[in-house]
């Protein structure tokens, strides 16, 4: 998936990181991380609901800051939702942990 084809999405599903409480732009990150990542089993889904968690946490203990992390996540997404990448939850997590730390 492309940017602009997300940006669409997003905009129809009614999507938007960058306004609302940290609530609900995680809330949102969430929604978008599914449309670009499928989940397509309940190690997807626990992986997504840990990444959520965990950015959570790092955004109320100041490591992360909610108005940049949305962005550079879905960044990160879209990386790897690459067309060559036959596993884009392993090069996700790959890429998390990496850049930010994710914890091993």
Not at 6 to 22: A, E, F, P, T
Not at 56 to 76: A, W
């Given at each position: ?29 969430e929604r978008t991380l ?9 190690s997807d889904r626990t ?58």
């Amino acid at each position: 998936m492309d940017a602009l084809t997300l940006r669409q999405l997003m905009l129809k599903d009614g999507l938007n990181v960058k306004v609302g409480s940290d609530k609900t732009r995680l809330l949102a990150l969430e929604r978008t991380l599914r449309l670009i990542l499928k989940t397509h089993n309940q190690s997807d889904r626990t992986c997504l609901k840990n990444v959520i968690k965990w950015i959570e946490i790092r955004c109320q203990n100041g490591t992360f800051d909610i108005e940049e992390i949305p962005s550079r996540v879905i960044d990160y997404a879209l990386e790897a939702s690459g067309p060559d990448c036959r596993n884009q939850w392993a090069v996700f997590m790959h890429i998390l942990k990496k850049e930010l730390g994710y914890p091993k």
